[in-house]
């Protein structure tokens, strides 16, 4: 039943595209970039991206996005793992796109685009060939293909890659550096982050390559001109993100303090009793093998750009030892 659901919404959908693609914008239309603040999951931290094509003639108002995914695919986790994770191209009301946000008090800021007729007919009609069927998915990737580059391509060649930024923002900055603003430094999402990341995450970002998180590509627009001098913005209210911060106490620094001292503690107790706890070597192992172990399959049979070996993995079995000191050195 299922699977005859999906023939009839696919096909409902076709007919819809056709029918669009077939309706030019008027002069009044208008196309805007929809940038979504963070939220509280993991995958919210770095904000979204939209692009809303607006026609009170037509009584066209819909938000594109390329941040749909479906948890309900097969071996999903092991596809996401693998960075084999299939994205879409969404279509929504535009409404229903920005009540979802609001409902989370989530703020969503808008930049109307400075483009002729032609200009955003191209983008609205590549947009209806981008969202059909078969054009629809598109192979995911974290930095380098996401919700926020794909826009950002599509309206470059629309401008024929005429566009020039007074906005500089993070170019020459790492990777690793640009992530820690949006994960916060003492959170473990960003200490789990820098081992899983090798030597390609230090690598500085250039002018484009920083474009693939949604904030950056809102600054970047708001500051920028085409070749003429045009302001690539007509209109447009936006704001830094509010990035919510780690308490201390649930800090990594302060777990691996933790851990520093559990150690010592029975180092300490080893020293006296002049034996080898055997079983805390085995409990503080069996975690970082198999870390070892997922960073060793990222690194050779994924398609993730930026994990590999580095120097920061050596942080955890360097803090044992240190804790082991004390009954190693007599």
Same mark, same amino acid.
């Given at each position: ?26 002069d009044q239309a208008s ?15 770095y904000g979204h991206t ?122 020459? &900055?790492?990777? #690793? !550096?640009?992530? /820690?603003?949006?994960? $916060?430094?003492?959170?473990? %999402?960003?200490?789990?982050?820098? *081992? =899983? ?70 180092? &300490?107790?080893? #020293? !006296?009793?002049? /034996?080898?706890?055997? $079983?805390?070597?085995?409990? %503080?192992?069996?975690?970082?093998? *198999? =870390? ?39």
């Amino acid at each position: 039943m299922w699977h005859k659901l999906r023939i009839h919404i696919t096909l409902l959908c076709l007919a819809v595209t056709t029918c669009l693609q077939a309706q030019r914008l008027s002069d009044q239309a208008s196309i805007s970039l929809l940038t979504c603040t963070p939220g509280e999951e993991l995958y919210e931290r770095y904000g979204h991206t939209g692009l809303r094509v607006c026609d009170p003639v037509n009584d066209i108002d819909i938000t594109f996005n390329y941040g749909i995914f479906d948890f309900n695919v097969d071996h999903f986790y092991w596809k996401f793992v693998k960075g084999e994770t299939w994205y879409e191209l969404g279509a929504s009301d535009t409404y229903w796109f920005q009540y979802s946000y609001a409902a989370e008090q989530r703020p969503v800021y808008e930049q109307v685009l400075n483009l002729t007729p032609e200009q955003r007919e191209a983008i609205w009609q590549a947009l209806l060939t981008n969202y059909q069927p078969q054009n629809r998915s598109y192979l995911y990737n974290f930095v380098f293909d996401n919700c926020a580059t794909r826009p950002y391509v599509l309206i470059a060649k629309t401008l024929g890659d005429s566009i020039v930024s007074d906005y500089s923002g993070y170019t020459g &900055i790492s990777y #690793r !550096r640009f992530l /820690r603003h949006y994960t $916060g430094g003492l959170s473990w %999402a960003n200490a789990g982050i820098n *081992l =899983l990341f090798g030597p390609k995450a230090d690598e500085p970002m250039t002018s484009d390559q920083r474009l693939f998180l949604p904030e950056e590509l809102m600054f970047f627009l708001q500051g920028a001109h085409l070749a003429d001098g045009t302001p690539l913005v007509s209109t447009g209210s936006i704001a830094p993100f509010v990035i919510a911060g780690t308490p201390w106490y649930a800090s990594w620094p302060v777990g691996l303090a933790a851990y520093f001292i559990i150690v010592l503690l029975f180092s &300490i107790y080893d #020293r !006296r009793r002049g /034996r080898w706890s055997w $079983g805390v070597e085995l409990v %503080a192992a069996i975690p970082y093998v *198999l =870390l070892l172990a997922v960073v060793t399959f990222l690194t050779f049979f994924s398609c993730h750009p930026l994990v590999g070996f580095g120097y920061r993995l050596l942080i955890i079995p360097l803090t044992h030892l240190c804790a082991r000191i004390i009954y190693i050195v007599r």
